[in-house]
């Protein structure tokens, strides 16, 4: 019987979740914590996280197994269900890619800076390509949101580090709203 | 009459200028989230959390509570002028509906859909008004056991909504309730399942993980497929009230649609997706031109309208008197009031009477100014479509973050919210479930409150959940619910091994 890449998969991630949840529950919920010690009756500070652990892998051994005895005992190569939307890889990967890049960036070159490139980068990924679309789109994005943020609801937004941090108040003091 | 009495004095405080506006703002917000295909207001409810932090517990409620409504009604102007569903609630409303629309224009299909709406979410807030005060004083009889075992109904009330996926359910809702229990322990000062990381010894903020799962996962799965919808409506489309006369032409289906939307808003876990399928399935059963169904009968538009508005108001029954939330949307306003450091419960109507029905009255003329607001937002529709959704996804990703940034000020508060992003977007690819993980993460640390205080008071004796009457009440519901769910899945295994066995 041939078993298609993706049944062999919506078999082995449950099981793989299941021990992973296993070790994580016996290993590494308070590890260097002397448990037993702390444990007033059969309730402790690891008793909860646990159990709630160990109820997760059960439930991803379940299915692992049940898809298992689909798939070798019965012939039935039922491939797990899934979405069938269709997705363009290199678009999701440059999507993700962008998100945290522009989640990395916030530290060190502050929101403000951050912001209007990460705005270009995602409408250029979405598909536009007029450059005054962008453009505008990004800058006056940006300054409406740092508006809005720091001035309206005076959030503390992140500055970045250094220069970045020195440009963003220059930036702020130029919009009046530092 | 005290109820009463307390309801207008509800009254006056909700129509304060500051409460008025800022609800009408959540209407005129859940409307528009509600209508754009891809967005749902749950996602804008997730996203303005973190801004309900510089508001009051109240001016909070009121604008979620806004949201809330608005959003509701919102998926079916979309469902109605473009045959796309805003929201998954809104789907029922396009099989007769757009038909509706078709045939007698825009303005018809809206005008039902908005009176009928309006009728079921008025009825609902009336219910949530009169009738959860009595189902307050009853839960003030309970203990910390009953707690445990209402919570626990909380959360396996989800597997309700697991359509076929239970297991994957389980796991989504159990990693959930574990995700839920990272940070130091509040009982023992222990910090667990922390890896040594410090970002994570305070805990994971269900906001962060909430806005990461619902709206920046949604936005990542729409940016990735290859063909998406087309949202071409290019006529400004009018609604109105409709008279008197057609109301009452619509009285059963509407009347009915309230009646089921009202009991399914207070299933825990159910909401109003459920409340529109069930009252579409029942008119279509019950109404004289059943076999006419999906051509456009007015009765199959009116009752899911009516159902799913009034799921909204009964949904917050069991969240303001137990703190279970009633639907993701109620889920997302439990959080509201444990960030504000309100505790929902049976306590909070004796404690402060005057902000419930102050909620309840501003609950009541969000379904008034629902449509107002949604007059004006299906008039402009056709302009609010000309927007690139890429612009739109865009600044769903910057107010994500920021509104992360704002939970704590805290960087690392983005970072968790970009993992649970990315997660939430294989999850959706893979089709495992999100909304029972954003579950446990709130409900986890009250359920493990409620386990550890009720083993502290009773001598560690984990018998007490089932001997005690109510609690043991409230387990048995919650293994009916389990049992109910797995019953369908074990046929269906069954099923398919017989079916295997003969090949």
Redesign the interface.
């Known amino acids: 019987m041939a078993v298609s890449p993706r049944a062999a998969l919506g078999v082995a991630w449950?099981l793989a979740?299941a021990a992973g949840?296993g070790v994580?529950a016996f290993s590494?919920?308070?590890p260097g914590?002397d448990?037993a010690a702390?444990t007033?009756?059969?309730?402790?500070?690891?008793t909860?996280?646990k159990a709630?652990?160990l109820?997760?892998a059960a439930?991803?051994a379940?299915?692992g197994l049940?898809r298992l005895?689909?798939l070798l005992?019965?012939?039935?190569a039922?491939e797990?269900?899934?979405?069938q939307?269709?997705?363009?890889?290199a678009?999701?990967i440059g999507?993700?890619a962008l998100?945290?890049g522009?989640?990395v960036a916030?530290?060190f070159v502050g929101?403000a800076w951050a912001?209007p490139i990460?705005?270009a980068g995602?409408?250029l990924?979405?598909?536009?390509r007029r450059p005054l679309l962008i453009g505008l789109?990004s800058i006056l994005?940006t300054l409406g949101?740092l508006y809005f943020?720091v001035k309206v609801?005076?959030?503390?937004?992140?500055r970045g580090k250094g220069i970045f941090e020195q440009a963003t108040v220059a930036l702020y003091r130029l919009l009046g709203i530092y | 009459m005290d109820a009463l009495a307390a309801f207008a004095q509800g009254l006056v405080v909700a129509l304060q200028p500051l409460h008025l506006g800022v609800m009408v703002i959540g209407v005129l917000i859940g409307v528009i989230a509600g209508a754009l295909p891809g967005i749902s207001f749950v996602n804008a409810m997730a996203i303005a959390l973190p801004f309900t932090y510089m508001m009051s517990p109240l001016v909070a409620m009121m604008f979620l509570g806004g949201i809330y409504v608005g959003g509701v009604f919102g998926g079916s102007i979309s469902s109605l002028l473009l045959n796309i569903p805003g929201d998954p609630d809104s789907l029922p409303s396009c099989w007769d509906g757009y038909p509706i629309s078709q045939r007698d224009g825009p303005q018809r299909a809206l005008s039902i859909a908005i009176t009928a709406s309006a009728v079921g979410g008025l009825f609902s807030a009336f219910l949530l008004a009169f009738a959860s005060p009595p189902f307050a004083r009853f839960a003030l009889t309970f203990d910390q056991p009953e707690f445990f075992a209402a919570t626990v109904l909380g959360l396996v009330s989800v597997l309700a909504i697991s359509k076929g996926q239970l297991l994957m359910s389980l796991m989504s809702l159990f990693f959930g309730v574990a995700i839920g229990a990272i940070g130091t322990d509040p009982l023992y000062g222990v910090p667990r399942l922390t890896f040594g990381f410090d970002l994570l010894a305070n805990g994971i903020e269900f906001t962060v993980v909430m806005i990461g799962l619902f709206a920046l996962g949604e936005v990542l799965d729409y940016a990735s497929q290859r063909i998406r919808p087309d949202f071409g409506v290019k006529e400004k489309a009018r609604m109105t009230i409709l008279s008197l006369r057609d109301l009452w032409a619509l009285r059963f289906s509407i009347g009915r649609g309230t009646a089921i939307g009202s009991v399914i808003g207070v299933v825990p876990g159910a909401g109003a997706a459920v409340g529109a399928l069930v009252a579409y399935g029942i008119e279509r059963q019950v109404n004289k031109r059943r076999d006419e169904f999906g051509t456009g009968v007015e009765d199959g538009l009116a009752a899911p309208e009516a159902s799913k508005n009034a799921t909204t108001g009964t949904a917050l029954i069991p969240l303001l008197t137990l703190g279970i939330p009633g639907s993701a949307g109620a889920a997302i306003m439990l959080a509201a009031l444990m960030l504000h450091g309100v505790q929902p419960g049976p306590n909070l109507y004796t404690k402060d009477p005057g902000m419930l029905y102050a909620i309840f009255a501003s609950f009541t003329l969000a379904n008034v100014f629902m449509v107002i607001v949604s007059v004006g937002v299906a008039r402009f529709f056709g302009t609010m479509m000309r927007a690139d959704p890429a612009i739109i996804c865009a600044f769903i990703v910057i107010f994500s973050v920021v509104g992360a940034f704002g939970v704590r000020n805290n960087i690392a508060d983005v970072y968790l919210c970009l993992v649970f992003g990315v997660l939430g977007f294989y999850m959706r690819r893979f089709g495992f479930p999100t909304a029972p993980m954003v579950l446990g993460v709130i409900l986890g640390p009250l359920a493990e409150g409620y386990f550890m205080t009720s083993m502290a008071n009773y001598a560690d004796d984990w018998t007490v959940f089932f001997t005690r009457p109510k609690s043991a009440f409230l387990m048995a519901l919650a293994a009916g619910f389990v049992l109910w769910a797995l019953g369908p899945e074990l046929r269906q295994l069954a099923r398919r091994l017989v079916d295997g066995r003969r090949r």
Do not use: N, Q
């Open positions: 449950p979740a949840s994580l590494y919920v308070a914590v448990l702390m007033r009756g059969v309730i402790g500070p690891a909860w996280p709630m652990l109820c997760a439930a991803a379940l299915l049940i005895l689909e005992s019965l012939r039935l039922r797990p269900a899934v979405d939307t269709d997705y363009h890889e678009r999701s999507a993700i998100l945290v522009y989640g916030i530290p929101i912001t990460f705005l995602w409408l990924l979405g598909g536009l789109t994005g949101i943020f609801s005076l959030m503390p937004l992140d």
